[in-house]
């Protein structure tokens, strides 16, 4: 068994730096755990101190059923892969996956069939004689798993992987980790800064911003129920629109109007939002719940809004219509078959039962 918790875990850099405040997170055996958030946010600092590689200010950290605040990176039973993949340039390929082995003492044979093993796996057998200098990108990237997957570790933890590669490689590598984790049924621990890649690859996603966990669970939960602005804004693409406007009450009825968005609520978030009426809040909508009222069959004249098309960004299967009211500007992810003209005015219709809405000071979720 092989979880890996975190109680209270906080680290505190000289000079006052908190880049970890107060962590409670619990990873499951053979989860794919991915820590993400922006530069600085204090994931990478998170990985090195499950790794042992920076000691813990405070908190409690463990391995199985084993406190490990005290044990050395080496006894940990964990393998990590680098952003830089660490490579040692004069050994082969060989030489590099063996090279922990070897230190161990383990027997010739067994290495060799763990090193065959590993290349077999990530299909790099024809390149186990090559020095680093003759591998591309990608292979190097391999050689650097497969250099963790012959240790047999209890866990294993990536720091950035995939942020050395060209953007095909990356979206092929991801494949890859996943279908690695699948036949490897080991816990994965996994930083980025890249909110595809944890959508994508986590059964879970910790979202972390300012050294603080912002929000735990699985890819799907945090994109429709975001708990806060931040997660909001930080897991998606393109990003959440927002705008600040009020709840108005008309005949017994809640809108959110903002210059020229007066969109009415549905059913099931009036009860929450009527304590907001005629307050400010935070209005958040998808670039996917935006339609050209040209393509819906039946809008409620009160979900339409008028926008300007300001630019027109085709991506082949679908079209980024970039949209300003004249007050606020929004972005609208449409159907390919959506071809308005650059400056051309449009009926835009929000999809009210998806929209969000964020307290204006605290920015949690209000429904
Ligand atoms: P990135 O994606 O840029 O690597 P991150 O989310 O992994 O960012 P960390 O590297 O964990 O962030 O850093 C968190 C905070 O701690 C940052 O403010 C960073 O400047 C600070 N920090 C990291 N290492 C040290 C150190 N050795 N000494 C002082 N401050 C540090």
């Not at 991915?34 to 946010?41: A, E, I, T």
């Not at 050395?72 to 039973?77: E, F, G, L, N, V």
């Not at 039946?298 to 219509?321: D, F, T």
Request: charged share 30%; net charge positive; hydrophobic share 40%.
């Amino acid at each position: 068994m092989a979880q890996v918790s975190l109680n209270k875990v906080s680290k505190l850099f000289p000079g006052n730096v908190k880049a970890v405040d107060n962590i409670n997170l619990s990873i499951e055996n053979k989860e794919f755990m991915v820590l993400v958030g922006p530069s600085g946010c204090g994931k990478s600092t998170t990985l090195r101190m499950i790794a042992g590689l920076e000691e813990i200010s405070s908190g409690d950290i463990y391995i199985g059923e084993k406190k490990v605040n005290d044990v050395p990176a080496k006894d940990r039973d964990i393998a990590m892969v680098f952003q830089n993949y660490a490579l040692y340039p004069h050994m082969t390929v060989f030489e590099n996956m063996s090279f922990g082995l070897r230190l161990r003492r383990m027997p010739k044979r067994e290495i060799t069939q763990r090193v065959n093993e590993a290349a077999d796996i990530l299909g790099i057998k024809r390149i186990l004689q090559r020095k680093p200098r003759e591998l591309s990108g990608g292979e190097r990237q391999r050689v650097a798993v497969g250099r963790a997957i012959v240790r047999k570790p209890l866990v294993f933890l990536f720091d950035e992987p995939l942020s050395n590669l060209d953007a095909k490689m990356r979206v092929q590598m991801r494949t890859e980790i996943h279908k690695l984790h699948l036949k490897l049924q080991t816990t994965i621990i996994y930083v980025t800064h890249d909110q595809t890649e944890a959508m994508t690859m986590g059964d879970r996603i910790a979202v972390m911003k300012d050294g603080l966990l912002q929000q735990v669970a699985d890819p799907i939960m945090i994109y429709d129920h975001p708990k806060n602005k931040f997660v909001a804004s930080f897991i998606g693409s393109p990003p959440m629109n927002f705008m600040r406007g009020k709840i108005i009450r008309k005949d017994s009825r809640l809108y959110f109007c903002e210059g020229k968005v007066n969109v009415k609520l549905v059913e099931d978030m009036r009860q929450k939002l009527s304590l907001y009426t005629d307050k400010e809040v935070i209005f958040g909508i998808r670039s996917e719940d935006i339609y050209d009222k040209l393509f819906v069959s039946e809008a409620p004249p009160e979900n339409i809004v008028k926008a300007n098309c300001e630019v027109y960004e085709p991506m082949g299967s679908e079209v980024y219509l970039y949209l300003n009211t004249g007050k606020h500007t929004f972005v609208a992810r449409v159907g390919a078959h959506n071809r308005p003209k650059v400056n051309q005015d449009m009926d835009l219709v929000f999809d009210m039962s998806k929209v969000h809405f964020f307290d204006k000071d605290s920015e949690e979720t209000i429904v």
